[in-house]
């Protein structure tokens, strides 16, 4: 069933509806749980990497994954409130195919891509893959060597838990700049991460799910 008709079933497409964000009586951009949202620049994204770079390398990747799985984490929380105020149960309670109908939703209105998740190997090998077009970061850092979307990771990393109630782990392991579109994540529990983690922008990313596949 389409993403748009599934939400409908279930009476939730209202969340999805109309404009993304709306302002608070501050006149702030709020998200639907209330929370206030501010929007930068490419511009203004890269001078805070170059600061935070400068001042202790590597940083920036952490730094991003940690707030991106924060992020994630209140995005879902954002769309429980949000469900609540409709009556309607919680994401955990939910199909996971509206939850994923929600999540890339949000993931394109704040502008971090065009997102699809495949789980086409949740059932039998226990991870699920994610891809993103037109990724906010691959167009940000162009002069960045190596992966740049830690942040949208966490998001997933942190959204993922959270509808599970596991702990749960993401790296991206393939990016357009170094193949073909799209970037691509894998989520699955952090042990199982950690036996393709030393291998990442070593190997394909069909290498490395073929290995997880195993």
Not at 7 to 31: M, Q
Not at 50 to 56: I, K, T
Not at 82 to 103: I, N
Request: aromatic residues 6%.
């Amino acid at each position: 069933m389409p993403s748009a008709d599934i939400l409908a079933s279930l009476g939730i497409d209202p969340l999805i509806a109309g404009e993304p964000f709306t302002r608070d009586s501050a006149g702030h951009l709020v998200d639907p749980a209330g929370t206030r949202v501010v929007l930068v620049r490419g511009e203004t994204t890269r001078g805070f990497r170059r600061v935070l770079e400068a001042e202790q390398p590597g940083a920036w990747d952490a730094a991003m994954k940690a707030s991106g799985t924060t992020c994630g984490t209140r995005i879902a929380t954002g769309l429980d409130s949000a469900l609540a105020k409709l009556g309607k149960p919680t994401l955990a309670a939910l199909p996971l195919e509206a939850c994923l109908a929600l999540l890339e939703h949000s993931v394109a209105a704040y502008g971090w891509g065009r997102l699809k998740i495949d789980l086409t190997d949740a059932a039998a090998h226990g991870f699920v893959v994610a891809r993103i077009d037109h990724s906010f970061s691959v167009e940000s850092f162009a002069e960045v060597d190596g992966f740049v979307d830690a942040m949208l990771a966490g998001v997933l990393q942190g959204f993922f838990a959270h509808i599970s109630g596991q702990n749960l782990a993401c790296e991206e392991i393939a990016c357009t700049r170094r193949g073909p579109p799209p970037c691509i994540f894998v989520i699955t529990d952090p042990e199982r991460l950690a036996t393709i983690s030393p291998l990442l922008g070593q190997e394909t990313a069909d290498q490395l799910l073929a290995r997880l596949r195993q």
